[in-house]
């Protein structure tokens, strides 16, 4: 979503001969008095000539029908009650001790078709800065301080390399460079810049310039409780991310849903950042996606314990749709509850943003969300003319596009496994660089010993392990011909 489409549109003729240098521009005004907003000229008289232009601007680039839609039906919806939940049926889980090898080698090789058909697209969710690492980087740029000292992206990069190979392997034709898997990354307005340099500084890390495609996330405007505009300066509105949610009206307003058809995709796997072992573009997850037959389908982790701060699906209503709650939606008595068929937590399924969604679906929640408008609101403090001030910030999630989906599949996965999150600066207690580090040095360790390896350390083994470029194997598979029968001394890495 961008709201710089219709920037300039309304008074350029203003703009271009300064008529407006002594009042606001009259058009500009009245449009504003029409959805309660003329507050934002309230400090004209005290402008600059230069300050005036730039507010002028600034409110021109606004969809001033579209925000208000937005604040509107977003502060209503907060005040209806939500359908009472239910956990999902055990039917739409695929769990990690049903599958069976026969499940897993079918679906592999399914994903590994339909990648090498060219049918699959990945696509970043990539708009946070490491504020919360310390750093004002992308997330993405963060070197979580492995042996080969590689970023999150080169991490991300290699396995989408890997994954090219095994597909052009797994057909007859034979050459590596048959097949193309397109990156769709979005960045927001204040990780663009800096992604595209660190790409273009790596060379792309081994991928072709052509199939990688960035696109940035909208902003939307902070509003106080009563759905005023919040002005960050006296000539400028104060405006924020719309959330991982703004993807899909991103993708649509970039037309790269087009782009995507054009190029004769159908599916899309989707997932953050900043997880260091997410397996991008898992052809088993494809294979099981495709299986199914349904609309989205989505990663899953058994949660650890009932007030993990994580969110879960479940079903909303009576046989309704799927959908994820967060943590602090969850009563503590039903985050505690036990199936007593499973001995699982009756709400045990944790949403860890890793998804796949047809390109049909995309489409069709891209259109869903912009006509309702309802977007998830955030009491923040903002920041203001007056100093902070409490006010909200309007975001919509990648989840929201579940409960339009006509069927949804869940596949679990094992934490170990998979989910790396990268969130905290080192010294917190939990999801930080050192923390994702050791998950993947423990699990490409096991990888080593599973392929006839030896390791030694000279640190406890528990502190350290070895790490498996992503060029050499994706999930430990063809490692015998590289570690059978040899030692290596932890911590390193092992390449070709």
Avoid at 147 to 166: D, H, M, N, T, Y
Wanted: charged letters at 25%; a negative charge.
């Amino acid at each position: 979503m961008r709201e710089t489409q219709s920037e300039g549109e309304s008074n350029n003729n203003n703009n271009n001969n300064g008529s407006w240098k002594q009042q606001p521009p009259q058009a500009l005004l009245e449009r504003l008095k029409d959805y309660g907003q003329e507050d934002a000229f309230a400090l004209w008289d005290e402008l600059s000539a230069d300050e005036r232009s730039f507010l002028v601007k600034d409110i021109e680039s606004l969809d001033l029908p579209r925000i208000d839609r937005i604040i509107r039906c977003s502060l209503q919806s907060h005040s209806l009650p939500a359908a009472a939940i239910e956990p999902v049926p055990e039917s739409s889980v695929s769990t990690v001790e049903e599958r069976t090898l026969e499940e897993r080698e079918r679906w592999w090789k399914m994903g590994l078709k339909a990648i090498s058909d060219g049918k699959l697209a990945v696509l970043l969710l990539s708009g946070g800065q490491g504020t919360r690492l310390g750093s004002s980087d992308p997330k993405g740029c963060f070197n979580i301080g492995l042996p080969s000292g590689k970023s999150l992206f080169q991490l991300q990069a290699e396995r989408i390399l890997c994954v090219q190979r095994l597909a052009a392997q797994s057909t007859n034709e034979g050459s590596t460079g048959s097949v193309q898997i397109h990156w769709y990354i979005m960045t927001s307005p204040f990780t663009d810049d800096a992604t595209r340099r660190f790409f273009e500084s790596h060379r792309f890390f081994g991928l072709e310039p052509d199939q990688v495609t960035f696109f940035q996330q909208g902003t939307i405007p902070c509003v106080s409780k009563d759905g005023r505009l919040i002005m960050e300066t006296s000539y400028r509105v104060a405006k924020a991310p719309d959330g991982n949610g703004g993807v899909y009206s991103a993708l649509k307003s970039s037309r790269l849903l087009e782009d995507m058809a054009t190029r004769g995709i159908k599916y899309v796997d989707c997932y953050g950042v900043d997880n260091a072992l997410v397996r991008v573009a898992d052809p088993t997850f494809l294979g099981y996606f495709i299986d199914k037959g349904v609309a989205s389908a989505a990663k899953v982790v058994r949660k650890a314990y009932p007030q993990e701060k994580v969110g879960v699906f479940v079903r909303r209503g009576k046989g309704g749709p799927l959908t994820v709650v967060e943590y602090s939606e969850l009563d503590s008595s039903l985050a505690s509850a036990i199936n007593q068929q499973t001995g699982r937590l009756r709400f045990c399924w944790s949403n860890v943003c890793l998804h796949m969604f047809s390109l049909d679906f995309l489409n069709q929640v891209a259109n869903g969300l912009e006509k309702d408008c309802i977007y998830h609101l955030a009491e923040k403090k903002i920041p203001s003319i007056h100093g902070h001030t409490m006010g909200l910030k309007l975001e919509q999630f990648i989840f929201d596009a579940f409960p339009y989906a006509p069927s949804t599949a869940l596949f679990e996965v094992s934490r170990e496994e998979e989910f790396a999150p990268v969130k905290n600066a080192n010294g917190s207690n939990y999801d930080t660089p050192d923390s994702a580090r050791l998950l993947v040095l423990r699990l490409h360790s096991r990888w080593v010993v599973a392929a006839g390896g030896f390791l030694t350390h000279s640190v406890p083994l528990y502190a350290t392990g070895v790490e498996v470029s992503p060029l050499c194997s994706f999930a430990g598979e063809n490692l015998e011909a590289i570690c059978r029968g040899r030692t290596f001394h932890a911590p390193c890495e092992i390449t070709f």
